[in-house]
């Protein structure tokens, strides 16, 4: 079942590391919202937010705060997730080698997916669908590919769209494949996100595609984030690199995903 997972007994700085995630993942966030989602007062959220900006993260403003980096990241249509970009690399390969071409596949947002994008550019007749607008804008030029994107709102750092009307974009379309991201995977959480704005589209593109890929390097692998789109049996592949755990490996595939190693 999609929704948050409970955070009300985080302790301060485990809430502020989490806060910050929901930034980077958003951009901007109102100081009732962050209350309300970490079931915490006002009051100390911005006691929160103060030493976030204190400490070069983000930038207070009434009633929220945003990103400090932000701006400068949409100029240049540059991610804000780029670490551990060899082992991306590797797993944007090995999951372009699973599209044919012909096929019409959905790229979820990331700078995972992105690297699956670069990867597809000697393909022919591709149809892709993503909410990401740095991967439309890599291979919106190709004269054998077709590009559609949903509308919805605008997340800066992710460079995505997301939300109900994105979502919306979605329903009755079909793909091949998609290639999914997370912040976070485990057999016992599940899929999570670190904000709640991008589970309704997440979960549309699931429901329009015959093969759900998700793309994710190994550090994500263990881990529970904030928001969750449900469990694992959504996925019918994962690729991810060599540095996973065994026991996540037997984990996962026992739970009926099937892991392929780039």
């Not at 980077?24 to 976030?52: I, N, Y």
């Not at 974009?169 to 709640?196: C, D, H, M, N, W």
């Not at 263990?222 to 755990?245: C, P, Y």
Request: glycine share 8%; proline share 3%; no cysteine.
């Amino acid at each position: 079942m999609m929704g948050r997972t409970p955070r009300s007994g985080l302790l301060g700085e485990a809430r502020r590391m989490k806060i910050l995630e929901w930034l980077q993942e958003e951009g901007t966030a109102r100081v009732r919202d962050l209350a309300d989602a970490f079931s915490v007062s006002e009051v100390t959220v911005r006691q929160d937010l103060e030493k976030l900006e204190a400490d070069g993260h983000i930038v207070r403003e009434h009633g929220g705060a945003f990103l400090k980096s932000v701006t400068q990241q949409v100029q240049a249509l540059a991610l804000h997730h780029m670490v551990n970009m060899d082992a991306k690399r590797r797993i944007g390969r090995a999951a372009a080698a699973m599209v044919a071409n012909g096929e019409t596949v959905i790229l979820d947002s990331g700078s995972t997916t992105s690297e699956v994008a670069m990867q597809l550019t000697e393909h022919e007749g591709l149809t892709v669908i993503t909410n990401a607008l740095n991967i439309a804008v890599m291979l919106g030029g190709l004269p054998n590919f077709e590009i559609h994107m949903p509308g919805g709102h605008f997340k800066p750092p992710t460079l995505s769209l997301s939300g109900e009307r994105s979502a919306d974009y979605f329903r009755g379309l079909f793909a091949q494949k998609l290639f999914l991201a997370t912040a976070a995977i485990s057999v016992e959480a599940g899929l999570t996100f670190p904000s709640l704005s991008d589970i309704p589209v997440k979960r549309a593109m699931i429901d329009s595609a015959s093969e759900v890929i998700l793309v994710a390097d190994s550090s994500k692998i263990g881990r529970r984030s904030f928001s969750s789109l449900g469990g694992v049996e959504q996925i019918h592949t994962l690729v991810t690199d060599d540095a996973i755990r065994d026991e996540d490996r037997a984990a996962l595939e026992a739970a009926g995903v099937k892991v392929v190693i780039a």
